[in-house]
């Protein structure tokens, strides 16, 4: 008999180009039907390519003629602009590739207090120390921490084209709006405002050639995370959780927020996953293990724990991440071994 799961299990064959994982984990599959032993299914995909669709389609139906049973398959890959279901054609701003950069990940939780900006700045150091060339922008237009974790107080230069030319530290180019004010000056900015500064830090900045620009996203689902997915093609988010429960909770409206605009999900980082006293005793302030037990629910892949370290506040304190100060350490490993993951999973 020829059921969902099965149809599910079949396209879990077929990898996404480029990436080492597969079109279901990547949460693409939007509809499926079965009628008289012939399989339709409906994919969106935020690439504008198609040859991507195109490779898509025509591996999904071979997989999909090799179940028992079916007769005929037949795949519809829905691109930006192609009048995807439940949104018509022209009806948003579409997303476009930026230039010179190879892969846009989303660095995002759903709440704020969980470490997702220490999470970016030792992320990108860490695919840097891989031997990755990579951006960091700081997307928390409200509260930008990115430039004291880095130890960037730079202003960005501007070139002969009359863009932005981001500075870099640590070798990490660096963006924020916290580079562009003066002290402590607040922004106090509605909506639109917000949006518009985010389109300009792709259209205005000159990225250069990037293996990886991570973005920094303030919590929740509002206007900046809309924003960015409106903006640029994102090739995947990462989601920072602690362990409780009351973390848990919110991680799950984030990853429905990315799957809603067809992001996929790189996996869950797990902050603070538990204290170890100078004694050696092992003491797990918010629980632990939450954030994996809720990949696996999710059924996306755990990208690892970063325990609560005194050395990672410290090191974000003095601009220089743990990964940069003491790559050989606990701390720094627990990062190195999460930027290798998202390096895999990215392919």
Known sequence: MITEDSIRNA???????????????????????????????????????????????????????????????????????????????????QPTRVPGIRRLVAVASGKGGVGKSTVSVNLACALQHLGATVGLLDCDIYGPSIPLMMGMHEKPSINEHERMVPPANHGVKLMSMGLLLEGDQPVIWRGPMIMKTIQQFFSSVEWGELDYLL?????????????????????????????????????????AMFQRVNVPILGIVENMSYFTTPSGQRVEIFGHGGGQAEAVRQNVPFLGEVPLFTEIREAGDRGVPIVVSAPETPPAKAFLEVAASVKSALG
């Open 215 to 255: 973005v920094d996203l303030p919590p929740g689902t509002g206007d900046a995370q809309l924003s960015l997915c409106q903006t640029v093609p994102l090739d995947g988010g990462v989601i920072v959780t602690t362990p409780q429960e009351a973390s848990l909770g919110v991680v799950r409206k984030g990853i």
């Open 11 to 93: 396209l879990r064959q077929v990898k996404y180009p480029g990436y080492s994982r597969d079109i279901v984990s990547f949460g693409l599959i939007k509809q499926i039907a079965v009628k008289d032993n012939a399989v339709s299914v409906v994919m969106n995909i935020t690439s504008g390519s198609p040859e991507v669709a195109r490779q898509i389609k025509s591996e999904s139906e071979a997989a999909l003629k090799q179940l028992g049973g079916v007769s005929a398959a037949y795949v519809d890959v829905q691109q930006p602009g192609a009048g995807a279901a439940g949104r018509p054609a022209g009806a948003a701003p």
